[in-house]
Structures are given as structure tokens and as C-alpha cells.
């Protein structure tokens, strides 16, 4: 299963709409998108609407993101199953996840 990315860029917020699954084979996709993220973006939403599956490998890379924005991440739409993960590994209580 794969991943696609859209990205929406409002002033200083930057939104990465995530559709498919986080794993091994998504997760170089969204660190080369935040790769990409320009010193302007301040803030950065991850709209989770459309992921169905997020592996330790994907837990990596948002991570990665919350360090690289110095915990200015926000994640949205999150779906039970995906949630239950970021749970389990513990992430819950510093990520905002909605």
C-alpha cells in the first residue's frame, strides 16, 4: 500500500493531507516533504482524515517533525486505529492530536 501527500500552505501554517498507509515505504515521502518546509512555516497539520495505517517507521517521521518545528505540530482528523497506535507507543500525551 502506498502514500500520496497533499500540501496546503495558508501564510505561516503548512497542512500535509496524508492518504494511504505511514510505513516503511511512506515514511521517506514525508521527511522529503518536510524537508522541503521553508523557514516561514511556523506551524505545521498533519490531517490524519485518510491514513489507515501508521508503522514505527511512520511514528519516526513525526516525530522528526515535531522536532524539526519545536513541537509546533498539530494532527487532525486522527481515525480510532490510527490514534490507538500513537497510544500504545506513548505519544498521546505530547502530541496534539485531534
Not at 45 to 51: A, K, M
Not at 66 to 93: C, I, T, W
Amino acid at each position: 500500500m502506498g502514500m500520496t501527500i497533499a500540501t496546503t500552505t495558508n501564510d505561516t501554517i503548512t497542512t500535509f493531507a496524508l492518504d494511504g498507509w505511514l510505513d516503511t515505504t511512506g515514511a521517506p515521502q514525508l521527511a522529503e516533504a518536510l524537508n522541503k518546509l521553508d523557514e516561514s512555516c511556523t506551524e505545521l497539520v498533519l490531517d490524519l482524515e485518510n491514513l489507515e495505517y501508521i508503522s514505527s517507521a511512520g511514528l519516526r517521521q513525526v516525530v522528526s517533525a515535531y522536532k524539526k518545528m519545536k513541537g509546533n505540530v498539530a494532527m487532525r482528523n486522527v481515525r480510532p486505529e490510527v490514534k490507538q497506535v500513537f497510544h500504545m507507543a506513548g505519544l498521546d500525551k505530547r502530541l496534539n492530536i485531534s
